[in-house]
């Protein structure tokens, strides 16, 4: 489900990112930058968060951690992670393969000022086994990203 609404999401998003598929599970940041081959920060880890009265998806560099501070300042709220199963209720991709790209639902993408280090990042392509290559810039062009500071 997850990899098909990707692919239909950049096509209507007239951008042509080559989804790379693999053998290998890319379902934890570790194993996904062992089989994409770069460092784990260059993955960019994709979390669906319950805020008060909505859900986002924030996109932070992959070892990064989330500041507890800094996220409650922004979004006036404590953290709180989805279970799997409402994860793939909210964005059609399972854990492991949450991405902000085809998402199920209009969910408002956040992205972290820590994945600026790198021009490149690999984040999920609706699958865990998949990536996608993708800039900075593009990040932001494709997801309408917001970005903000919220990891240490």
Known sequence: MGLEEVK???DEKNMNFEIKMFDESTATVELAAKVVGVEPGQIAKTMALKLKDRYIILVVKGDSKIDNK???DYFKTK????DSEKVLEVTGHPVGGVCP???KNSIQ???DKSLKVYDT?????GTPNSAVKITIDELEKVTDGIWVDVCV
Do not use: D, I, S, T
């Not at 953290?79 to 989805?82: A, D, I, Y």
């Not at 990042?121 to 392509?125: D, E, I, K, Q, T």
């Open 8 to 10: 239909r999401y950049f």
């Open 101 to 103: 790209f085809g998402l």
């Open 109 to 111: 993408v956040y992205l």
């Open 121 to 125: 990042v690999y984040p999920a392509a």
């Open 79 to 82: 953290l709180k992670m989805l």
């Open 70 to 72: 800094k996220y409650k």
